[in-house]
């Protein structure tokens, strides 16, 4: 089982990113899907839950609004669209599936002037 990100970018403040996050060895839409993110310095954090059902389960407060989290069944990935982007959203973002316990090697995004 492996996951793979992508996507990652330098983006002005204000600016979009949409992230890929490619499932293998196991259907990602039979389980929670989520993805982290990394600030330098900082404790790992929650950014995004998607359920089974589609429905997500939870969004940081901090990106509420602003990121949604999906899932394409065919292509096996979860995406997290990313806009009005700010420069405390500067981190390296992973995602994760907690029923296996793997983590992908991490996609850097970057927001700069």
């Known amino acids: 089982v492996q996951l793979v990100e992508s996507g990652g970018d330098l983006v002005q403040p204000g600016g979009s990113l949409k992230l890929s996050c490619a499932a293998s060895?196991?259907?990602?839409?039979?389980?929670?899907m989520s993805w982290y993110r990394q600030a330098p310095g900082m404790e790992r954090e929650l950014v995004a839950d998607?359920?089974?059902?589609?429905?997500?389960?939870k969004y940081a407060g901090s990106v509420k609004g602003r990121f949604t989290i999906s899932r394409d069944i065919a292509k096996n990935t979860v995406y997290l669209q990313m806009n009005d982007l700010q420069a405390e959203d500067t981190a390296v973002y992973y995602c994760?599936?907690?029923?296996?316990?793997?983590w992908g090697q991490g996609t850097l995004v970057t927001v700069s002037p």
């Open positions: 994760y599936n907690r029923a296996f316990g793997i």
């Open positions: 060895g196991f259907s990602a839409s039979n389980y929670i």
């Open positions: 998607l359920h089974p059902s589609t429905v997500p389960i």
